[in-house]
T-cell receptor, first 113, second 111 residues
Framework: NAGVTQTPKFQVLKTGQSMTLQCAQD?????MSWYRQDPGMGLRLIHY???????DQGEVPNGYNVSRSTTEDFPLRLLSAAPSQTSVYFC????????????FGSGTRLTVV | GDSVTQMEGPVTLSEEAFLTINCTYT??????LFWYVQYPGEGLQLLLK?????DKGSNKGFEATYRKETTSFHLEKGSVQVSDSAVYFC??????????FGTGTRLLVSP
């Protein structure tokens, strides 16, 4: 099925651990991004990429790393997990032009204890 | 900076009632505007969009009109169903393909 695939769906980490959230899309979208969703705060942009080899920071990038080695994949790395990173993470993708809006993955619910 | 303000929820309605969810925005210029819907346990889905002033986006019985004068993009539906229960997000395009989202409005529809 075409779309954005995120893994895992759920994850519990201990403070200080690192992990990678995976995101893959099969629609040949140039643009990919990561958002976090927190109660009462909507979605906030963490990092984004406009194409393979190009990434940039969003609104809340601290504590996260990204890379874009292929058009299809855009993993998000948590370097040293903190309780403040407990959230639901969404990956999204779109064509560069024209921009019709994002296609979202189903999310990863992360709990840091 | 650019921002979106949505009415706080939850909005509780009976089936077949009329729905309005208010959304206003602050932005430089005239950004594209979007409504997304999130069903329980799922990601966000694009519901409708409008790219310029006076455009009306519509989908699945939902409508929203881009009002430049009032910087608003209110979501409406004439007759809601139980299956419309979800969280609705208003968003604007702030710069190149960056979306700024509102905080979301939960809609609960009872039979």
């Amino acid at each position: 099925n075409a779309g954005v695939t995120q893994t895992p769906k759920f994850q519990v980490l201990k403070t200080g651990q690192s992990m990678t959230l995976q995101c893959a899309q099969d629609m040949n979208h140039e643009y990919m991004s990561w958002y976090r969703q927190d109660p009462g705060m909507g979605l906030r942009l963490i990092h984004y990429s406009v194409g393979a080899g190009i990434t940039d920071q969003g609104e809340v990038p601290n504590g996260y790393n990204v890379s874009r080695s292929t058009t299809e994949d855009f993993p998000l790395r948590l370097l040293s997990a903190a309780p403040s990173q407990t959230s639901v993470y969404f990956c999204a993708s779109s064509y560069k032009q024209p921009f019709y809006g994002y296609t979202f993955g189903s999310g990863t619910r992360l709990t840091v204890v | 900076g650019d921002s979106v303000t949505q009415m706080e929820g939850p909005v509780t309605l009976s089936e077949e009632a009329f729905l309005t969810i208010n959304c206003t925005y602050t932005a430089t210029g005239y950004p594209s505007l979007f409504w997304y819907v999130q069903y329980p346990g799922e990601g966000l889905q694009l519901l409708l969009k409008a790219t310029k002033a006076d455009d009306k986006g519509s989908n699945k019985g939902f409508e929203a009109t881009y009002r430049k004068e009032t910087t608003s993009f209110h979501l409406e539906k004439g007759s809601v169903q139980v299956s419309d229960s979800a969280v609705y997000f208003c968003a604007l395009e702030a710069g190149f393909q960056k979306l700024v989202f509102g905080t979301g409005t939960r809609l609960l529809v009872s039979p």
